[in-house]
């Protein structure tokens, strides 16, 4: 592992761990952030097709590359919900805990990346130790100073939105489907960067779907905060450039990388607490530590399976 790669690999964990908090800090409604945020992807989308060249999809490949950017679009939507809820750093933990289960068991059961029962008793356990991990950074110490309806509609956004994430993850990886042959599209093998624009295509587009159906009610697109909130926008989207190009084999290959990236969690829960102000308890922030470490610890055993 060489030091660039590594440093590489270190930017999609300070964009996507700042991204929720800042997003946070502009304000705005759900769909606001929303609107804002796919916008800003969508120019650092743009300004990489343009300066690599990499070429843009067509067909079946521009088709499951919108969806992709769809499902990341509405599992963002409900991660926001969540935040305007419950804050940032007590969600992310959470969102977070669902995507890593769901991506695992996606891997193991449909793309075979868990061979054999033993690995796959392995990868259980680790999935159950992800969600003991959440549900740690969840605990409080004071019951009666605590919104139980809010938390659980919160997590419930979350369960929602892990179907958006998981087609984010999932539609870009059709042609390993060899089981699906006889009736998913086949399509060309694309390569990350090829991706990342129709998915940040996808992503606007689910955005201004959700701020019309919204739209009676609060005109996005006439507000100031739905565009400062493109600031947000660069910071998931630098991420993500570097989350696939530190994906490369040549450079981490996937599942170092992926690892990595989940430290962003830490950064995202904290910077919540500290700079928005989420306060914990002393025994709250023992169990929530403990909590992001079981998490990052199960992320890494079901990566490396």
Do not use: D
């Amino acid at each position: 592992m060489n030091l660039f790669a590594l440093l590489i690999g270190i930017i999609p964990v300070i964009g996507w761990g700042f991204f929720p908090t800042i997003s946070s800090k502009i304000g705005g409604k759900p769909s606001n952030q929303i609107f804002g945020a796919t916008i800003g992807a969508l120019i650092i989308a743009f300004v990489v097709f343009i300066v690599t060249g990499c070429g843009f999809p067509m067909g079946w490949n521009l088709v499951f590359g919108i969806l992709s950017g769809c499902g990341w679009g509405f599992g963002q939507i409900m991660a926001f919900k969540g935040y305007s809820l419950v804050g940032s750093s007590r969600v992310m933990p959470i969102t977070t805990a669902f995507q890593l289960i769901v991506t695992a068991l996606w891997g193991a059961f449909a793309l075979s990346s868990w061979p054999g029962i033993g690995h796959k008793v392995i990868g259980i356990l680790a999935l159950i130790v992800i969600i003991i991990g959440a549900t740690l950074t969840t605990w409080t110490q004071n019951k009666e100073n605590t919104n139980v309806s809010a938390l659980k509609k919160a997590v419930i956004y979350q369960l929602i939105g892990v179907i958006g994430y998981w087609l984010y993850s999932a539609a870009p990886q059709v042609e390993n489907l060899t089981w699906a042959k006889g009736f998913v599209p086949r399509t060309e093998p694309m390569s990350g960067l090829q991706a990342f624009l129709p998915q940040a295509i996808g992503m606007v587009l689910i955005a201004i779907v959700y701020s019309l159906m919204k739209i009676k009610e609060e005109n996005v697109f006439k507000e100031a905060v739905s565009y400062k909130q493109i600031i947000a926008g660069f910071f998931f989207g630098i991420a993500a450039l570097a989350y696939l190009v530190a994906a490369q084999p040549q450079m981490l290959g996937m599942s170092t990388a992926f690892v990595i990236s989940q430290v962003n969690v830490v950064i995202a829960t904290l910077t919540g607490i500290y700079w928005l102000h989420q306060r914990k308890t002393s025994k709250e922030m023992v169990a929530t530590l403990i909590g992001l470490a079981l998490i990052i610890v199960a992320a890494a055993v079901t990566a490396f399976l």
